[in-house]
């Protein structure tokens, strides 16, 4: 029996001189949003930190 892990997707999003919360509300939310409709999508997370970086990881149905 073979095992497949699911396939994923990662985002990385930048904004210089944003804060965390900056970020979070202005860039992070939309790509949420936009990932919320998308077909076999399992899961996402999000983190976001305070250099103006995000991180978006998708999970799909294998």
Known sequence: ???VAPPQVNISA???GATA??????????I???LSG???L???SA???TSGTAEIT???KP
């Open 38 to 40: 998308v077909k076999n």
């Open 58 to 60: 998708a999970t799909f």
């Open 32 to 34: 949420e949003r936009e």
């Open 21 to 30: 919360k900056t970020i979070n509300d202005s860039v992070v939310t939309l």
């Open 1 to 3: 029996v073979f095992s």
């Open 47 to 49: 983190t976001t930190d």
């Open 42 to 44: 399992l899961y996402y």
């Open 14 to 16: 930048t904004y210089p």
